[in-house]
């Protein structure tokens, strides 16, 4: 099973909007509204933010916002915050194994 | 409060065997299905695989199946990860998380443990 395909990096300045795209098959993101993402600062452990592709879990900020369109997942970050900077991951149900796969993260940069 | 504790760092050598363990407490952690996720140095997150009540509830990532086991004692509320002969390739950080399951496919991980550091090293 692949991973999951994301941008190595993204950035934008304060205040401003930045989405981060995750592409995979029919297999997977295609074939299944079970995309989640997953928040990761420097030594700590994942956080999910969002799941079944734009439900928000509880206390996650109202500007995290997930989206999907075919085979391409995204998760759109708005008015960006100094503490939104971390490495973002995907992920998605895949068929191929019956377990899910992640895809190969975003470091953002808080510019 | 949901929870998930994993047991401490471990230093071994390529060839020893190693157990490593998840606590889950704060929900009924006989009713939840239990992951491992691989973190090498510097590297993205990977699925291990998942276990719910025993080996007939266990799925490998075909990438790790045959090269650790996994199993769960629910009377502990405890997972555990084990490798029989570590190589230096093992070196990384594992991770225990909750997945939420629908009609047993996988949707998300919505708890984590704090991750455990595995160094395999001569």
Redesign the interface.
């Known amino acids: 099973q692949s991973a999951l395909t994301q941008p190595p990096s993204a950035s934008g300045s304060p205040g401003q909007s930045v989405t981060i795209s995750c592409t995979g098959t029919s297999s997977d993101v295609g074939g299944y509204n079970y995309v989640s993402w997953y928040q990761q600062h420097p030594g700590k452990a994942p956080k999910l933010m969002i799941y079944e592709v734009s439900k928000r879990p509880s206390g996650v900020p109202d500007r995290f916002s997930g989206s999907k369109s075919g085979n391409t997942a995204s998760l759109t970050v708005s008015g960006l915050q100094a503490e939104d900077e971390a490495d973002y991951y995907c992920s998605s149900y895949a068929a191929s194994n019956n377990l899910g796969v992640f895809g190969g993260g975003t470091k953002l940069t808080v510019l | 409060e949901v929870q998930l504790v994993q047991s401490g760092a471990e230093v071994k050598k390529p060839g020893e065997s190693l157990e490593i363990s998840c606590k889950g407490s704060g929900y009924s952690f006989s009713n939840y299905w239990i992951a491992w ?1 691989r973190q090498m140095p510097g590297k ?4 291990m ?2 276990i719910f009540r025993g080996d007939s509830d266990t ?4 990438s790790f199946q045959g090269q650790v086991n996994i199993s769960v004692d629910k009377s502990l509320s405890t997972a555990y990860l084990q490798w029989s002969s570590l190589k230096a390739s093992d070196t990384a950080m594992y ?1 225990c ?1 909750r ?2 399951m ?1 009609r ?12 455990t550091l595995v160094t395999v090293s001569s």
């Not at chain 2, 799925?59 to 075909?62: A, F, G, I, L």
């Not at chain 2, 047993?104 to 991750?115: E, K």
């Open positions: 996720v993205g997150l990977e699925w695989g998942i799925r490998y990532n075909p991770y998380a997945p939420i629908g047993g496919v996988f949707i998300s991980l919505d708890y984590w443990g704090q991750g």
